[in-house]
């Protein structure tokens, strides 16, 4: 694997610097701060990918909250997605709560539709707001979120890694954002 994830690396450029991504977190704490800091939400972080961003965007979040976590993938370390499955689910009571979903990326949108609507069908949250640090530019699927609530950076329809996204399930520990050139 190690081969592997060198060559990838010798056919990436930086996409966006670690202080890139620190300025967008700041700029998106203080957007979900005028629209929720009056609502005691709780954020849910979607593992893993989300990880990193939820870490850097809750300590600059200034109001009460309560974090918890969902494990909902469909790509389970491959590059395509498929169905959802649910590893875990929060253990906070989202009924009748604003929840605030957390994760690394909007691609096709699926994972973050299906669990916002289990999140207001089956746990009876009063709202759910989405917030990812990634926005690929693209079609969705109709059945995936077209647009997420709250976005850092946008980007082209291309493969990217580090912090907290993933190749394989290896480099979501990288600082900056890269793209794999084509």
């Not at 995936?144 to 580090?162: H, K, S, W, Y």
């Amino acid at each position: 694997m190690k081969k592997e994830i060198d060559s990838l690396y010798a056919k990436s450029s930086l996409l966006y610097s670690s202080q890139d991504i620190q300025q967008c977190l700041d700029k998106m704490a203080a957007d979900i701060e005028k629209k929720l800091g009056d609502k005691d939400p709780v954020v849910v972080c979607v593992m893993n990918g989300g990880l990193v961003t939820t870490g850097h965007l809750v300590t600059r979040l200034n109001f009460n909250l309560q974090l918890d976590y969902v494990h909902a993938s469909r790509y389970r370390g491959e590059m395509e997605g498929g169905s959802l499955e649910w590893l875990a689910k929060p253990v906070t009571l989202l009924k009748n709560r604003t929840v605030l979903i957390v994760d690394d990326i909007l691609d096709a949108g699926i994972t973050l539709a299906e669990i916002k609507k289990a999140f207001l069908e089956e746990e009876q949250a009063a709202e759910v707001y989405t917030a990812v640090l990634i926005d690929k530019i693209r079609t969705r699927p109709p059945e995936g979120i077209q647009q997420a609530d709250f976005v850092g950076l946008n980007i082209n329809d291309n493969f990217i890694f580090g912090f907290g996204l993933d190749y394989k399930g290896y480099l979501r520990n990288t600082a900056g954002i890269y793209q794999v050139n084509q």
